[in-house]
């Protein structure tokens, strides 16, 4: 029985280039979250998704970043024209409810380094 | 706002030896409390939460925490420390009511090391 699966584990880009981030969730959970950890600090939240639906982005920044969950294939965290500032390690964690009380399974996370 | 406190950086402990690793909160509301543990270059592992009920919680691996109300703290502990427990860990707390109730809020992270 698979985990969260992240991909690509590091991804390097060029300041102005796209990354694109993606995260499968384990089988049968159909919520999705992103989180960001930035160094030496906790994990932040950024997007809570359910299969063609974002319920909540508050977490996310305003401009350059998106994020949607198809009701085909994986979610998908794209970051347009990186700039430093986004290197990061991107975790993604799944439930298969939306409960408060559910713990959430994470991915081993995709690290981004902007160069 | 709800946050989570982690106030040491690292905690080293003797192999064998009892283990604390702090964790103190601030939130309206009541908090749902969990803890993750992080090895190298892996994701976050769930370790035990508490929702409601008894304040001591048992978890994975022999780690348990103790719920305490009045001083706002969910410490991790366990009996008798292993090289292997060797990670990250990160405490952190849900409010269960409102918008975001689904967020998880997270510490910075505690650096445990177990020394053989």
């Known amino acids: 029985n698979a985990g969260v699966m992240q991909n690509p584990r590091h991804l390097v880009r060029r300041r102005g280039q796209e990354a694109r981030l993606r995260c499968s969730p384990m089988k049968g959970h159909s919520h999705v979250y992103w989180y960001r950890q930035l160094p030496e600090e906790g994990l932040k939240f950024m997007v809570y998704l359910q299969k063609e639906n974002i319920i909540d982005e508050s977490g996310m920044p305003k401009e350059r970043f998106s994020a949607e969950f198809p009701k085909e294939g994986p979610s998908i965290l794209r970051i347009q024209q990186v700039v430093r500032g986004d290197s990061a390690a991107y975790f993604c964690?799944?439930?298969?409810?939306?409960?408060?009380?559910?713990?959430?399974?994470f991915g081993q996370g995709t690290r981004l380094t902007v160069v | 706002a709800q946050s989570v406190a982690q106030p040491e950086d690292q905690v080293n402990v003797a192999e064998g030896n009892p283990l604390t690793v702090k964790c103190t909160y601030s939130v309206s509301g009541n908090p749902y409390l969990f803890w993750y543990v992080q090895y190298p270059n892996r994701g976050l592992q769930f370790l035990l939460k508490y929702i409601t009920g008894d304040n001591l919680v048992k978890g994975s691996y022999g780690f348990e925490a103790e719920f305490n109300k009045s001083q706002t703290s969910f410490h991790l502990k366990k009996p008798s420390a292993l090289v292997s427990d060797s990670a990250l860990y990160f405490c952190?707390?849900?409010?269960?009511?409102?918008?975001?109730?689904?967020?998880?809020?997270f510490g910075k992270g505690t650096k445990l090391s177990v020394i053989p």
């Open positions: 952190a707390v849900r409010v269960p009511s409102g918008a975001g109730s689904y967020q998880l809020t």
């Open positions: 964690a799944s439930s298969p409810q939306r409960s408060e009380v559910t713990e959430a399974f």
